[in-house]
């Protein structure tokens, strides 16, 4: 701890993201990263890209950017924010919309991220308890008090499908808690959606009160790039840009204007590349169902799964040392599951070959 810190620095408690090993032999399936590359369009936009105009600031506006995304979803330019990945989207949402006088509230098994940003900008928040088979209880939200208590709460967030159990809500779902609201702002974290849930985009037209949020890391494999958007009524995304300004004006670079650009107008590459992960996705769970694992509903690019037999932490011990990464949480409740990100056919062959020397046929 340095003497020079001050004191919101000393009590934070910064996020931890996946293990990135810096060695070539490991199979890593623990960061939930795209299994293959993105759209050859992607290469080739940031190729074409990459000349003397990098001498020039990038596009304050990201206009050409936003409009793409709001020609996919049937909304207007005003309606788009975008950032260098969804994590900063979700800080500036913090930040400009969810930091109020009352806690704000999210699932206690969620995105550890959420946390980590009421310590940053000093929000009181409520952790609400998923139920005994990890899912959000609807009637916790309807509507939304803070702490069983009588007053109301300051603001909602979730990711649907939730990470890291990949559980995902229906839209019709997602609709009750964001009607019940509508004086606060409900952010949907949907990182995972276009591997199996259905998103709330088209709800924005007729809540002001929500905002929804979406990654190119995940099905467009974007992750080196860091590209987020948010979707939301113009009063809403007013507030984002607010803070942007006041931030950091320029968060995209030129290479991935480009690149997001040509990802979201990529349709075809979009679906096929999804479509493979879903496939995969369920002869992964056949697969560990087949050894004894019992396998969460996931509508993600990855699986929450234990077995009874063995502990989550020895299992991911046993896997690293056969060169082969998962996620582990050593948290209450789920401390026994490791989150398998779904690779390649290939790779989770040669997953599900190592556990069944691990655990048994």
Known sequence: MSRYWNKLVVKLEPYVPGEQPQTQNLLKLNANEHPYGPSPKVLAAIQAQA???LRLYPDVNAKVLRQAIAKRFRCTVEQVFVGNGSDEVLAHAFHALLKQDAPLLFPDITYSFYPVYCGLYEIDYHAIALDAQL????????????GGQSKRAGGIIFPNPNAPTGRAHALVDIEKIVAANQDIVVVVDEAYVDFGAQTAAP????????????TLSKSHSLAGLRVGYALGHPDLIQGLERVKNSFNSYPLDSLALAGATAAIEDEEYFEQSRQAVIRTRAALTAGLQGFGFEVLPSAANFVFARHPAHTGESLAAAL???????????????????????????????????????VGS
């Open 135 to 146: 899912s959000i209880r609807l009637e916790d939200y309807l509507p939304a008090i803070a």
């Open 320 to 358: 690293r040392a056969k060169n082969i990464l998962v996620r582990h949480f050593k948290k209450p409740r789920i401390t026994e599951f490791l989150r398998i990100t779904v690779g390649t056919d290939a790779q989770i062959e040669i997953l599900l070959k190592a556990l069944q020397e691990i």
């Open 51 to 53: 000349n003397d105009s």
């Open 203 to 214: 709800l924005i037209e007729k809540y002001p009160n929500l905002l929804v949020v979406h």
